[in-house]
């Protein structure tokens, strides 16, 4: 079992920035492709960023693409999300997630991801 728990959400004006944190447990972090998700208001969940077990290969959804980036620490069995240029459409519960399918390449496919966390809100104010 791989528990996930996220931090760093908050209330940031339009420009601003945050970086999310998800730590997990379980000695199986660098075997597992893990992703972030986000869901707005009235909004169905939405691909992110998605990062490979090995860290080597990232992709992202159009809509963040130049302005946030994932990465990891295996060593600290922690993903990250970066988020500049923050805009108040990026205002969502974001959600990591973590699937040994979603290995290599990494998966835009909530599907591929076995552990989910409980997610950390994030507003950005216009």
């Known amino acids: 079992q791989v528990q996930l728990v996220e931090s760093g959400g908050g209330l940031v004006q339009a420009g601003g920035s945050l970086r999310l944190s998800c730590a997990t447990s379980?000695?199986?972090?660098?075997?597992?492709?893990m992703g972030w998700f986000r869901r707005a208001p009235g909004k169905e969940r939405e691909f992110v960023a998605t990062?490979?077990?090995?860290?080597?290969?990232?992709s992202y959804a159009d809509s963040v693409k130049g302005r946030f980036t994932i990465s990891r620490d295996n060593a600290k069995n922690t993903v990250y999300l970066q988020m500049l240029s923050l805009k108040p459409d990026d205002t969502a519960v974001y959600y990591c997630?973590?699937?040994?399918?979603?290995?290599?390449?990494?998966?835009?496919?909530?599907?591929?991801?076995?552990?989910w966390g409980q997610g950390t809100q994030v507003t950005v104010s216009s």
């Open positions: 379980g000695r199986t972090f660098s075997s597992y492709g």
């Open positions: 997630a973590a699937g040994a399918r979603a290995s290599y390449p990494g998966s835009s496919d909530p599907q591929r991801y076995d552990y």
């Open positions: 990062i490979s077990s090995s860290g080597g290969i990232t």
